[in-house]
């Protein structure tokens, strides 16, 4: 195999472009074999091979700065700079990240976990090279799906006087569902129209080797009829090119190279996500990534209730940031079109669109990821809050992260939420539970609410625990099950607290068991700052000392959490169920 030969990118120099297809076609079965065992994002991937590969050929890794927004479109980046064998347990705790990072490889210059991010950073890179009167290029690989978060378009507004400085945009029609909105339509009117290709295409390619930018000026000349929103940004546009084109884009690329040095350029590539396996090219959403699990989760619950209860009542919409199926809204988005609002990666607008929505009397269900939450923190407060509008959050993958890894981390929202006035946070422990809930939002009218829930299966619990004597233990949501499971491991019978809510949390019930157990024990899935500072605050204003005195929190800790199992995740912080027995069994 050539990839066995391909320890840094600059062994990929050295090949030529026959050997360059065929490294490409094995780097797609290595990519397909790796998340076939792992999991991870297999479309994206599949559908930049011969991108990633141009660009290191043309080049120079090791001094030019490669920046890509959302690094799940970046595994051949990864096996191209020497990461092969990370690569065999990608997305475990002895492999590689399935996103960038620089403190993996010198090679990934800035963290790219969530979209749109990529300019600004670049810019501010190339300004520093700048400041320091360094000589390289800054090249950022961005997904058309980025195009519909509102940063790029931020940073575009500070980017035309930069030098050597090019953005590929990967134009290929989707994010994880299909990518929406006017700038979508935009790009493909751009690529409908093909402008210039048909010129080009009939020009003898004997001329190349007699003028070095004669590929480069006739993708200029095919954008003289119009000027196009990137022009008008201040950007050289050339494009669109085919991005499976290994000597299209090795000319095009090395002309860029040769010339960027005058102003900012963009260049314009047609691919197709799940390029080379039909069933990712077939199946593009289902296959964007691979899940290795099999198990009904919380949003398989919530997208099958939500369609119930939309039925029954006309005012219930959905909105969504990209993210369609995967918050299993796919059926709702067919029986309600009209109800089904894709605002594409704008987590920010996605609030205030629903503080609007709520303020004339809709209920809007908001379905935002917790680590995508983050990015809205303003407009939940500033848009939601302050008007106390019934703005309905359902947080998923809330907790530990799983093989996602730190940039995907759902441990924060509890602690960012509870300081807000008049919100109320659920947290179910069980399927029913979840079903339980969203009945009953639909019927809370008197503020924000949000239901949050881990990226697990959604198992069935009891109706009533033990009552025992001496150990009190309070968990949050989802580890309910974790609790009843150490207590079958320590065979013990302590008084355990099914937290349904925890805002308001229920303080009458807490000092109704708290006063006649010598310990307490509360267990949440987020960092110290959540349910623990809720119930803390509450006993400092109270002077309860005494119960402070018995008091333990175990929880997520402030560290960044690296990509494992969701299980060795919870072993780590103590809050698995073997961890979790042998502390009960100390405390017997």
């Not at 998340?35 to 590969?53: D, F, M, R, W």
């Not at 002895?94 to 979209?115: C, N, T, V, W």
């Not at 890179?125 to 058309?144: C, E, H, P, W, Y």
């Not at 809370?444 to 949000?450: I, L, R």
């Amino acid at each position: 195999m050539i990839l066995d030969k391909v320890s840094s990118p600059s062994d990929v120099k050295k090949l030529s472009i026959s050997k360059l297809t065929k490294l490409c076609s094995e780097l797609r079965s290595e990519i397909i074999r790796i998340t076939s065992k792992n999991g991870g994002h297999l479309g994206a991937n599949l559908g930049t091979v011969e991108l990633i590969t141009a660009l290191h050929y043309v080049f120079d890794c090791d001094s030019d700065k490669f920046l890509f927004d959302v690094g799940h479109q970046a595994y051949a980046h990864k096996l191209l700079t020497g990461r092969r064998r990370l690569m065999e347990d990608l997305r475990t705790e002895r492999g590689a990240s399935g996103f960038l990072d620089p403190s993996e490889s010198k090679y990934d210059h800035f963290i790219s976990g969530h979209a749109s991010t990529s300019l600004s950073a670049a810019l501010g890179i190339a300004r520093a090279r700048d400041l320091s009167n360094q000589n390289f290029k800054v090249l950022t690989i961005m997904g058309d799906g980025s195009l519909s978060g509102g940063m790029i378009y931020e940073a575009m507004n500070n980017i035309s006087d930069t030098k050597n400085f090019i953005v590929i945009l990967n134009d290929n029609q989707m994010s994880i569902s299909k990518s929406v909105g006017t700038m979508r339509r935009y790009l493909s009117k751009l690529l409908s129209s093909r402008r210039g290709l048909s010129f080009r295409k009939t020009l003898s390619q004997k001329l190349f080797p007699f003028h070095r930018t004669w590929t480069f000026l006739k993708c200029i000349l095919s954008t003289m009829k119009g000027h196009n929103i990137f022009e008008e940004l201040g950007f050289q546009y050339i494009g669109p090119i085919d991005g499976h084109n290994l000597n299209e884009l090795i000319k095009v690329f090395t002309n860029v190279r040769d010339v960027a040095n005058y102003k900012p350029v963009i260049i314009h590539t047609n691919t197709q996500k799940g390029k080379g396996y039909e069933p990712a090219e077939t199946d593009v959403t289902n296959l964007h990534g691979v899940d290795v699990s099999n198990v009904t989760r919380y949003c398989d619950v919530f997208g099958k209730k939500i369609v119930e209860l939309a039925k029954n009542d006309e005012k219930i919409v959905c909105i969504t940031a990209a993210m369609k199926d995967g918050y299993c809204l796919s059926d709702f988005a067919k029986n309600f079109p009209n109800r089904f609002f894709d605002v594409g990666i704008a987590e920010e607008h996605a609030v205030t669109f629903a503080a609007g929505l709520a303020s004339q009397g809709y209920k809007p269900f908001v379905c935002i990821y917790s680590t995508f939450l983050q990015r809205s923190f303003d407009q939940v407060y500033h848009d939601v809050v302050l008007q106390n509008l019934p703005v309905r959050f359902i947080i998923d993958k809330a907790g530990f992260p799983g093989r996602d890894g730190m940039t995907h981390s759902g441990i924060y929202d509890i602690a960012l939420l509870q300081h807000f006035p008049n919100f109320t946070i659920f947290s179910p422990s069980s399927a029913r539970g979840l079903s339980d809930m969203l009945e009953s939002v639909v019927l809370k009218n008197d503020g924000p609410v949000a239901i949050r829930f881990p990226k697990a299966e959604a198992k069935d619990m009891p109706d009533r625990f033990g009552l025992g004597k001496h150990i009190l233990i309070i968990p949050i949501g989802d580890l309910l099950a974790n609790v009843l499971e150490a207590v079958k491991i320590s065979n013990t019978n302590p008084t355990i607290l099914d937290v349904k809510y925890i805002m308001p949390f229920d303080f009458h019930k807490f000092y109704k068991f708290a006063g006649d157990h010598e310990r307490i024990i509360v267990i949440e899935e987020g960092v110290f700052g959540g349910l623990s500072n809720i119930i803390l605050k509450e006993l400092i204003g109270k002077k309860r000392f005494d119960l402070i005195a018995k008091i333990e929190f175990l929880n997520a800790g402030l560290a960044p959490v690296t990509h494992t199992s969701r299980e060795n995740q919870l072993e780590t912080n103590g809050l698995s169920p073997s961890k979790l027995a042998n502390l009960l069994m100390g405390l017997k």
